[in-house]
Nanobody
């Protein structure tokens, strides 16, 4: 069982930055692929960024060069650094964990409760 708790969301002006954190419980954090998803009102949940247990990274085209995913295994934490934020980045952001990176494209095993990110124009 893995419990995920996100933090770091909030209100920011366009062009600003935020860093989301996701603290995970469990002793096998380093073996999990981790991801960040987002869901805007009226839209489907989408994968924003993912990082494998070995450190390989994936980014959605809409956030490439603006967002950076990283993980700190000793701290059981994954981060999402978001720069040059745009109003269209406004959404609830969810942390996710799965034994494989392939799971990020299918059925994710574990979800956090979500944190709201609002970008004003």
């Amino acid at each position: 069982q893995v419990r995920l708790v996100e933090s770091g969301g909030g209100l920011v002006q366009a062009g600003g930055s935020l860093r989301l954190s996701c603290a995970a419980s469990g002793r096998t954090f380093s073996s999990y692929a981790m991801g960040w998803f987002r869901q805007a009102p009226g839209k489907e949940r989408e994968l924003v960024a993912a990082i494998s247990s070995s450190g390989s990274r994936y980014y959605a085209n809409s956030v490439k060069a603006r967002f950076t995913i990283s993980r700190d295994n000793p701290k059981n934490t994954v981060y999402l650094q978001m720069n040059s934020l745009k109003p269209e980045d406004t959404a609830v952001y969810y942390c996710a964990a799965d034994p494989t990176i392939r799971g990020m494209y299918g059925r994710v095993d574990y979800w956090g409760q979500g944190t709201q990110v609002t970008v004003s124009s």
